[in-house]
């Protein structure tokens, strides 16, 4: 046989053999990755994205507070009518231009109290208008709303883990599993109206 057949019948050398072996294998990784990329956009064409309607955007400067339930529910706030120690009023933002109450956005909610100035701490007071005190209604734990009061102590209670936060106090931990402090809400008062004289003085929700 000549040396020319002996040669065509060779056995692959190792070398030869590897570089091969890496091309393929290369070529397969691309597959994958092209694949894997592929698949990644479209799961991120399938997430829905969170609209933003005029009823969920974010509380804003100059927001009308209004009452969030009840019979005076999407009115103004009339600091007048609340009453000196009693239990907080749960209230949305209105946007002043087009009256529309934000209230499907569960971080714009409200807890409007009024307290006596004397006994607001300095920090508290700054933010505070004529006794009036505002906070985020989400609890930090796990998010729900606090709703409960204690009149003897002057506490805001969240019902759900009994939570308790001292609204004198920029809402200080007093007790339960709360990491921190619900966030204050700046406002100020005209025309019998409660405003958000700025936005929340740090995020408000439930710690994640």
């Given at each position: 046989m000549s040396d020319h057949a002996n040669h065509d019948h060779d056995p692959e050398t190792p070398e030869a053999h590897a570089s091969r072996r890496a091309i393929l294998q290369a070529a397969i990784g691309a597959g994958v990755g092209a694949t894997l990329?592929?698949?990644?956009?479209?799961?991120a064409g399938l997430i829905p994205k969170k609209e933003v309607t005029p009823e969920t955007e974010p509380?804003?400067?100059?927001?009308?507070?209004?009452?969030?339930?009840?019979?005076?529910k999407g009115q103004p706030v009339n600091p007048a009518n609340l009453g000196l120690g009693e239990q907080q009023t749960v209230a949305y933002p209105?946007?002043?231009?087009?009256?529309v109450v934000k209230d499907k956005e569960a971080n714009n909610t409200v807890l409007l109290l009024k307290l006596d100035p004397a006994s607001l701490d300095a920090e508290t007071a700054k933010s505070a208008a004529e006794g009036v005190v505002a906070y985020s209604a989400?609890?930090?734990h796990l998010g729900c709303i606090v709703s409960n009061w204690d009149k003897a102590a002057q506490i805001l209670v969240c019902p759900c883990h009994q939570g308790r936060y001292d609204p004198k106090q920029s809402a200080k931990v007093v007790g339960g599993p709360p990491p921190k402090p619900v966030?204050?809400?700046?406002?100020?008062?005209?025309?019998?109206?409660?405003?958000?004289?700025?936005g929340f003085l740090a995020k408000p929700g439930k710690e994640v």
């Open positions: 990329l592929s698949t990644l956009y479209i799961g509380l804003a400067k100059g927001d009308i507070l209004v009452y969030g339930d009840g019979p005076k209105m946007n002043p231009k087009t009256r989400v609890c930090k966030p204050q809400l700046p406002i100020k008062i005209e025309g019998g109206q409660i405003l958000a004289a700025a």
